[in-house]
């Protein structure tokens, strides 16, 4: 079966499209946000396209695209659109993908269905991004938690950010799920800079091994 992983986080803006690009890059596998809420600037798909290193055709459109930068179900309020949760299927794709989802597991996608309910739906392994600041306990362990009630396979944490070794100890302790590694913030950010700390901080052998 092709290997199919989604990524999502315990928050919003905390680094996971930037995370996603990495790891299309390094499975040279494909791309798909289904859901894009913002199009003011660049969308998360043109930042993937730009930082993945991949061949064209390999980031897939989006089934939404929303044009406030807000929660899917509210920007698709705003467009005058109703997100149709049965239209986001799982391409059947020759290699690879890597999904990524919305902001956090609770976002609603309308006033019905959050987009944890999809990757229950789903069943895919998933990886959590989350960042290494303050606050980042709580929130990812809550995040846990509601991969665990609902059985989604949760391959590991990929954190984001400065080293905070007793806090990422922390959360790996009490929860029991390993750290896939860690993801420095880049500066310059570029396809060469993303894919050198992709390289030197996760063990890719450990994420594609699956759950």
Not at 152 to 173: H, K, M, S, Y
């Amino acid at each position: 079966m092709t290997k199919r992983i989604v990524v999502t986080g315990t928050d919003t803006g905390i680094g996971k499209t930037v995370f996603s690009a990495g790891l299309a890059g390094l499975l040279d596998g494909f791309y798909w946000k289904p859901v894009q809420s913002g199009l003011d600037g660049e969308t998360d798909s043109e930042v993937v396209e730009r930082l993945a290193g991949l061949p064209m055709g390999r980031v897939l459109p989006e089934v939404y695209r929303l044009k406030e930068p807000l929660s899917p179900h509210r920007s698709a309020e705003l467009d005058g659109v109703a997100i149709d949760v049965a239209k986001l299927s799982l391409p059947d794709l020759p290699g690879p993908i890597v999904i990524e989802g919305a902001g956090g597991l609770m976002v609603p996608l309308n006033r019905r269905t959050k987009f944890v309910d999809i990757f229950a739906q789903w069943r895919m392994p998933v990886i959590l991004c989350a960042r290494t600041t303050l606050g980042t306990i709580n929130h990812t362990l809550l995040s846990i938690e509601a991969l665990r009630a609902r059985s989604i396979p949760l391959i590991g944490i990929a954190f984001i950010g400065d080293e905070v070794a007793d806090t990422q100890r922390t959360i790996v302790e009490f929860s029991g799920v390993r750290q896939l590694g860690r993801l420095p913030l880049l500066d310059p950010l570029t396809s060469e800079t993303l894919r050198e700390a992709m390289v030197a901080g996760f063990d890719l052998t450990a994420i594609a091994g699956g759950e």
